[in-house]
């Protein structure tokens, strides 16, 4: 049967996911940002040698007017010189050695979820091993009727600067909208219609960004600069800080999932992990998932979040056991959980289920021993089985996706949703069998 073109453009858009994921897919993670609720005080020098102070957002309109008044214009860099130009910038500034204040970024939580997003480690096989630390850098307030500043690149301010951190501090704005730019793509940040919350974006260093016109109100922001440190700290599953819709990646995957063409039966995404997890180590399975790092831990949390089950699952990618066909059906050998290696002499030792029809997207990358075992012929010999660690998206029928709060998927969420595919169909977990039922007689 010929397909149809919905189909046809889902598939496209499913070709265009696996390709964002396999290009390391800073397409899909070049910014993020989110949300917090709690109040912000800053006390500042004034030329007297004084010292005053403002806590937002309830705030007296004198000690706004004040700390604009004692804020100096905001240059920015140009040919290595600092350079004041209104028509490129107009803003306000305290250099960070003018005032101080009680919201840190690490304190909040805020730079662990960053690392996790925008800084995976690549130091190779082992997790966790670089942290990323925040420099303050400025205060600055982008004044209505026409702050703004101009499409730049922020200048490096030392060699392992990695990326930007905007704190925007809860106070009435209009405008001023943060764009960011990344090959081709561009996210945006409007903070200006919360005005009792602290917002936030943090972004590569190469990324050009430009901040809209204000037209209104005070824009008040602290900036950060985001380094990579070498040493390690103890891992934390994503915090509910993360706002997934700033994501790049999630636009992509709620528009596939949204198509009524893309897998309107149901069926299993698979995603070979990119980064390398040591996934057979006792330790690390326990860190897994929430050690996940960079595009695998946007892809679990983004399609968890659009209410999809996630699995986490070593895939057998040994030539003569991977991807098989049975009835002209692709066969994987999918393990019933993490495992550490296996050294053994029964056949079974290593429990898979075999999984029927998974879409592939990405190839493997990384294979860790999965099983060693002791094979008697004419002459004993070792034969070994690789895996790699995948992610599974259970994707059910058209008819049973985005029911409800798409954004709480709970526990509950999930337990509905196997039902669900259950009783479609087509697409199931059934103790732990991954199956995607036959084509309709
Ligand atoms: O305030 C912002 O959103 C960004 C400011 C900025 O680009 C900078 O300070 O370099
Ligand atoms: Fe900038």
């Given at each position: 049967m010929a397909k149809s073109l919905t189909q046809q453009a889902s598939n496209e858009a499913l070709n265009l996911l696996g390709d964002i994921i396999e290009a390391e897919s800073t397409s899909a993670t070049f910014a993020c940002g989110g949300t917090l609720y709690r109040s912000v005080s800053v006390r500042w020098d004034t030329e007297d040698s004084a010292t005053s102070k403002i806590t937002l957002p309830e705030h007296d309109a004198g000690a706004l007017d004040k700390l604009i008044t004692d804020c100096a214009p905001a240059s920015f860099g140009l040919d290595g010189k600092d350079v004041l130009d209104e028509s490129y910038r107009k803003a306000s500034k305290l250099d960070n050695t003018q005032f101080s204040t009680d919201f840190c970024p690490h304190a909040s939580g805020i730079i662990d979820t960053i690392a996790q997003i925008l800084v995976p480690s690549v130091t190779g096989s082992s997790l966790g091993i670089r942290s990323v630390r925040a420099m303050l850098y400025k205060l600055n307030i982008y004044s209505g009727p026409s702050g703004k500043f101009k499409a730049h690149v922020d200048t490096p301010r030392a060699e392992h600067q990695v990326a930007s951190l905007v704190v925007c501090l809860p106070c009435h704005h209009q405008g001023g909208a943060l764009l960011v730019r990344h090959k081709g793509n561009e996210t945006c940040f409007d903070w200006s219609e919360v005005a009792d919350k602290i917002q936030w974006a943090a972004f590569y260093s190469d990324c050009e960004h430009e901040v809209m016109k204000v037209t209104s109100g005070n824009r008040i922001t602290l900036t950060y600069n985001l380094f990579v440190t070498q040493h390690s700290e103890n891992l934390r599953s994503l915090s509910s800080m993360l706002d997934l819709t700033t994501l790049p990646l999630y636009g992509h995957v709620k528009e596939l999932l949204e198509n009524p063409g893309f897998m309107s039966e149901g069926g299993i995404i698979g995603i070979y992990c990119t980064h390398v997890y040591a996934h057979t180590n006792e330790d690390a399975i326990c860190l897994l998932p929430k050690a996940l790092k960079g595009i695998d831990m946007a892809i679990h949390q983004v399609f968890q979040s659009l209410g999809m089950v996630v699995h986490l699952r070593p895939v057998i990618t040994t030539p003569s056991e991977k991807d098989y066909d049975v009835n002209d059906e692709k066969v994987n050998l999918v393990g019933t959980d993490l495992h550490p290696l296996q050294a053994s002499n029964?056949?079974?030792?290593w429990e898979y289920n075999q999984a029927y029809g998974i879409t592939w997207i990405t190839e493997p990358k990384h294979e860790e021993p999965a099983s060693a075992r002791l094979a008697y012929g004419n002459a004993a010999s070792l034969s070994v089985l690789y895996s790699s660690a995948a992610l599974l998206v259970i994707v059910p029928p058209v008819r049973d996706r985005f029911q409800g709060d798409t954004a709480a998927a709970g526990p509950e969420r999930s337990a509905k949703k196997q039902k669900l595919d259950v009783e479609a169909g087509r697409a199931y977990i059934e103790e732990e069998v991954y199956c995607i039922a036959d084509e309709e007689q």
């Amino acid at each position: 049967m010929a397909k149809s073109l919905t189909q046809q453009a889902s598939n496209e858009a499913l070709n265009l996911l696996g390709d964002i994921i396999e290009a390391e897919s800073t397409s899909a993670t070049f910014a993020c940002g989110g949300t917090l609720y709690r109040s912000v005080s800053v006390r500042w020098d004034t030329e007297d040698s004084a010292t005053s102070k403002i806590t937002l957002p309830e705030h007296d309109a004198g000690a706004l007017d004040k700390l604009i008044t004692d804020c100096a214009p905001a240059s920015f860099g140009l040919d290595g010189k600092d350079v004041l130009d209104e028509s490129y910038r107009k803003a306000s500034k305290l250099d960070n050695t003018q005032f101080s204040t009680d919201f840190c970024p690490h304190a909040s939580g805020i730079i662990d979820t960053i690392a996790q997003i925008l800084v995976p480690s690549v130091t190779g096989s082992s997790l966790g091993i670089r942290s990323v630390r925040a420099m303050l850098y400025k205060l600055n307030i982008y004044s209505g009727p026409s702050g703004k500043f101009k499409a730049h690149v922020d200048t490096p301010r030392a060699e392992h600067q990695v990326a930007s951190l905007v704190v925007c501090l809860p106070c009435h704005h209009q405008g001023g909208a943060l764009l960011v730019r990344h090959k081709g793509n561009e996210t945006c940040f409007d903070w200006s219609e919360v005005a009792d919350k602290i917002q936030w974006a943090a972004f590569y260093s190469d990324c050009e960004h430009e901040v809209m016109k204000v037209t209104s109100g005070n824009r008040i922001t602290l900036t950060y600069n985001l380094f990579v440190t070498q040493h390690s700290e103890n891992l934390r599953s994503l915090s509910s800080m993360l706002d997934l819709t700033t994501l790049p990646l999630y636009g992509h995957v709620k528009e596939l999932l949204e198509n009524p063409g893309f897998m309107s039966e149901g069926g299993i995404i698979g995603i070979y992990c990119t980064h390398v997890y040591a996934h057979t180590n006792e330790d690390a399975i326990c860190l897994l998932p929430k050690a996940l790092k960079g595009i695998d831990m946007a892809i679990h949390q983004v399609f968890q979040s659009l209410g999809m089950v996630v699995h986490l699952r070593p895939v057998i990618t040994t030539p003569s056991e991977k991807d098989y066909d049975v009835n002209d059906e692709k066969v994987n050998l999918v393990g019933t959980d993490l495992h550490p290696l296996q050294a053994s002499n029964e056949y079974d030792g290593w429990e898979y289920n075999q999984a029927y029809g998974i879409t592939w997207i990405t190839e493997p990358k990384h294979e860790e021993p999965a099983s060693a075992r002791l094979a008697y012929g004419n002459a004993a010999s070792l034969s070994v089985l690789y895996s790699s660690a995948a992610l599974l998206v259970i994707v059910p029928p058209v008819r049973d996706r985005f029911q409800g709060d798409t954004a709480a998927a709970g526990p509950e969420r999930s337990a509905k949703k196997q039902k669900l595919d259950v009783e479609a169909g087509r697409a199931y977990i059934e103790e732990e069998v991954y199956c995607i039922a036959d084509e309709e007689q």
